[in-house]
């Protein structure tokens, strides 16, 4: 059960950091503005709020076994948002592909 928390997480985490360094590198290197910066956070925290609202269940009773998938179950859900955010890493990778491929 650990290690099941340990991987979600940990691949939550290399998602979203990923994508979090290739959109200010990105914006570092002026090959996409601040506001598209701005307007994918926008619309990332508006499609995860959605999906919370569909996806996030009502806790049960507070058993340790209960506790135990109630946890692994919400590092599955927030793996999965992670996933579904990849659909906007080509707004940043897309010109950093571009320029290092030119700059080589």
Sequence with gaps: MLFLIFFFLLSTLLILGGMASAYVVACREKLI????????CILW??????????????????????????VVNFCIQLFFFAVCSL????????????HWNRHR
């Design 33 to 40: 503005r601040l506001s598209t910066c701005l307007l994918v």
């Design 87 to 98: 659909s906007l890493a080509p707004i940043a990778t897309v010109p950093l592909a571009l």
């Design 45 to 70: 925290s508006t499609s995860i709020a959605v999906a919370c609202y569909f996806f996030v269940s009502l806790p049960g009773s507070d058993l340790p076994h209960e506790y135990a998938n109630q």
